[in-house]
C-alpha cells in the first residue's frame, strides 16, 4: 500500500468547491480533486488509517478518513493533496446508527504540475470537438487575454486569434471588457430549469438582473475577493445565481452589465446550498478561468428587448406566488430563503429614517400592508430606489382609486420574524404593480382581483400573519422551527447530549437543532445581568438610558419617555438523563421561574433579589430548545436558547416512558 508525504504546503490551485461536491456527490467516479488536507488524527495503531479535515477554495470542510499511510503529516499548516480513488461508505457509529464517512483510498502530493493537468487535458478534449464548438470558444477567450493577469497563462494565449474581433458593447463599462458574439456562430442554447452538473457543453443565455459589488472574504488560504451576481434565462425569467472568485471575480464584474444579456460558456455547475439559496434554479454557476461570456450585438439586445416587452413581463411569469398565511411555515423550514408573494396593497406607511449600525448612515424605507384571500396580512419594509418610486407610485394610486384593488408582486423579498411574521426586500427585489394587466393569463393575481373587487374580499376581517407568533420567533427564530404538528413536537423528547457538538468548526453557522428537554433548573449566576430595558411599544428592542428621563433605541431609531425591564439570562439544568448545560433564557421563562416580573425584580434590594433567584433552583419544567453555533473572536461556540418552558404533566410523561419501554428503548 503506497503512502502519502505530506508537505507543509504547495503553491497549487484548489480543484473548485471540491468539497461541495463531494458532499453532494457530484463527481464522476474518482475524478481527480486537489484539496488542502489539515487535522492530521491517527486511528490505527500501525499509523495505516488517519482522520483528516478536507478543505476547498471556498472554504468548504469535509471530514474524511484517509485509509493509507502518510509520512511527516503537519496540523501547523494544510497540506495540499490530490485525491485519486474515494467513495462514500456507510459504518455504524458507537450507538449503531448508520453514518456515510468518505473513505480516500488513493492519494498524491499535488505539485503545481497537478493544477495545471486538468486544464491541459480540457484542452485535449477541445481539440476532438467539431469546428464550430471551436470557432465558438475561441470567439470568446477574448475576454480571458484582456483581463488575466500577466504572470498568468490563459487559454487565450495558446489558442488561434478569435475568427471575428470584440466589438464594443452597448454600455460603455462592457465596451472595454465583454467581447461580442459572432452572429455567424450556431450555438447549442440550453435551458437554466435542465441543468445539471453533469452537463458537459451548451451555451446558456442570460440576463444580469443584479449584481453585488466585489466583496473580500477571509479564507483558510487568505483573503479572496468574491462576486456574486444574479442572471435570469432570456425569454423565461428563470433565475439562477453565479459565483466568481479571486482574479475571475475582478474580471467578470468588468464583463458583466446589469441589464445586458450573454452567451455563457464553459461555466462549472454544481448544487446550490438550500440554506442559503434565493433563485429559482436548484443549481449554481461557478465563472472560472476557462469560462467563456459574451455579449449579445446590439441587434440582437434590441431584438431581444422587443420580443420581451416589458420586463416585468418575465418577472411575473418567473414568481411561484406563496400565500400570505404560508410565510411562517416557509421561514420555518429556512430562515434564510426569499418568497414571491402576490397581494392586495391596503395601506403604505409614511418615510422613516433608519440608521444602519455599520457606518451610521441613514436608510429610508416604508411599509406597504398587503393581504390576500387567505384572510391574513402582512407588513412588507420596502427600501432605497423603491421608498421614491413604487410606493410613491402606490400611495397616489390608493388615492385616486379607494373602491378598486390595487395589486402588487414582491419578488424576491425576505420574511422576517419583525412582529411574528413581516416581509422585507433586498436589493434583488422587485416590485411590480397590478401584475395581471401585464400578465393576463396571471391566475394567481387575476384571482385575487377578482376576490377582492367582486367576492366580498374588501369586506374581510384580516389577521396579521404573525399574529401569537412574536415570542416564538423572537426567541428561536421560527414558528416550532422544525415544521412539527404540537402534538409531534411534545412527544419529541431528547437529552442534553443531543445538542452537543463535537466539532463546532465543521458546521455551519445557520444550521439548528430543536429538542424537548425535560430538565431541573440546578443553579443561576447571581452577579449577571438578568435583564435589559427595552422599548415600550412591544418591540422588546434594546434602548440606552439618556440619564434626563428618555431613552433611546438605535434599532428603532426614535426616543421614548419611558422604557420597560425584560429579563435575559442564563441558567444550569440537568436532565433526567444527568447530562447538563447552560441555558439562554427570556421572559417568559424568567417570569415563571422568578414569579415575578422584570420591572419588579428591579426594584427589589440586593439581597431580596438573590433569594429570589435562589427560589428559582430546583424548579422543573419541558422546555424546548434550539441549538445554534455563534462565532466570537474568531471562535465557535454553542448556544442553546429557550423558546418555551411548560409544567410538567406527569401523567403525559407517564404515558411516554410506558411508550418508551414497550418500543424497547
Known sequence: MASVTAPNHNNVPLTPSACTRLRNKAFAPNEPLVVSVSAWTPISSSNTKHKAILMDDMDTRLPCVFNLPL??????????????????????????????????????????????????????NNSNEPAAKRVKAEAGNAVAAETAPANKTTHAETKAEPSAPAAAAVAPKAAAAAPKANPNVRRKIISAEGLSPYMSSGTLKLRVTSKRPIRTVNTRVGEKDVLNVELAEAGTGFSIEATAWGDNARKFDEVLVEGRTFYVTKMRVALASKKYKSTDSDYTLGLENDTVIEALSDDEEAELVASEGD????????????????????????????????GVVTEVGAVRSV????????????EVTIVDDTGKSVNCALWGELVDKECAEMEAELAAKPDSALLVALRHVRPTSWNGVSLSSLSKSKVVLNPDVLVADCARASGLRRWYEQDGGKQTAFVAAGEGLSGALTAGGSPGGDGLTPEQRANDRKSFDALKVDNPEDRSLAEKEYANVRATVVYIKPDQNLMYLAAPDGSNK???????????????????????????????????????????MFNAEGEALFGKTADEMAAMEKEDRERCIKGAFWQSGVFRLCRQLREWQGERKVRVNTLSMSKIDYAAESRLLLAAIKSGC
Open 355 to 366: 440608521k444602519r449600525k455599520s457606518d451610521g448612515s441613514e436608510l429610508q424605507t416604508r
Open 71 to 124: 509520512e511527516n503529516a503537519s496540523n501547523s499548516q494544510p497540506s495540499m493533496v490530490k485525491l485519486t480513488a474515494y467513495s462514500w461508505k456507510t459504518v455504524k457509529t458507537a450507538d449503531q446508527n448508520d453514518k456515510e464517512i468518505l473513505i480516500v483510498d488513493k492519494a498524491e502530493i499535488a505539485t503545481e504540475g497537478t493544477g495545471a493537468s486538468s486544464d491541459e487535458q480540457k484542452e485535449n
Open 311 to 342: 420586463p416585468n413581463v418575465a418577472i411575473v411569469k418567473a414568481m411561484a406566488g406563496v400565500n400570505i398565511s404560508d410565510i411562517a411555515v416557509k421561514m420555518a423550514k429556512n430562515p434564510r430563503m426569499l418568497v414571491d408573494v402576490f
Open 542 to 584: 434594546k434602548v440606552m438610558d439618556n440619564g434626563d428621563g428618555s431613552f433611546w433605541c438605535e434599532g428603532l431609531g426614535k426616543s421614548f419617555t419611558s422604557a420597560t425591564n425584560r429579563f435575559i439570562f442564563s441558567a444550569k439544568a440537568v436532565d433526567s438523563f444527568g447530562s447538563e448545560t447552560w441555558l439562554n
